[in-house]
């Protein structure tokens, strides 16, 4: 029994419907076509991201120490260190190196990387201007302060 508010024309598709009955269809043993996705590929992905991250972090600290000098010496051990410590607390909460997890290493590199190209291309300046690096670190930005936005 089939109830509900249905209009003529709903009415006459259903038991057109119902009384075609089943519609032929083969099945054979060995299906047309297959498609495969597994953990290779998953695999696969992760092995290519350990290689770049591999090749990164062997290229990234060679370019700072050729052109940074000491200063890159020291900007490569704090790379280091921030890696050990952020790679051991993903071991210590047992965080999935995945795809994501590489891409949020890789994104942290290229920060830290960035945050010292910015610091010592601003000491370089200081120290162009004649500075010793005593005050050169000590010396505030020379870009403007951000206006108030409250009149007088």
């Excluded at 029994?1 to 209009?7: A, C, R, V, Y």
């Excluded at 290689?51 to 790379?79: C, K």
């Amino acid at each position: 029994m089939i109830e509900g508010n249905f209009t003529k024309e709903e009415v006459q598709d259903l038991v057109n419907v119902l009384n075609a009955g089943s519609l032929p269809a083969a099945l054979t043993k060995e299906p047309i076509s297959k498609l495969y996705s597994g953990a290779t590929l998953g695999k696969d992905t992760i092995e290519k991201s350990k290689r770049a991250m591999i090749i990164a972090s062997i290229l990234v600290p060679l370019f700072m120490l050729w052109y940074y000098r000491f200063s890159g010496v020291v900007a490569v051990i704090a790379l280091g260190l921030n890696m050990l410590m952020l790679v051991a607390i993903m071991l210590t909460i047992k965080a999935a190196f995945t795809l994501t997890g590489f891409a949020g290493l890789a994104l942290t590199v290229g920060m830290a990387v960035d945050n010292n190209v910015l610091v010592y291309e601003r000491l370089r300046e200081e120290l162009a201007r004649g500075a010793t690096l005593r005050m050169a670190i000590a010396t505030p930005s020379t870009a403007p302060a951000p206006r108030s936005s409250t009149a007088i």
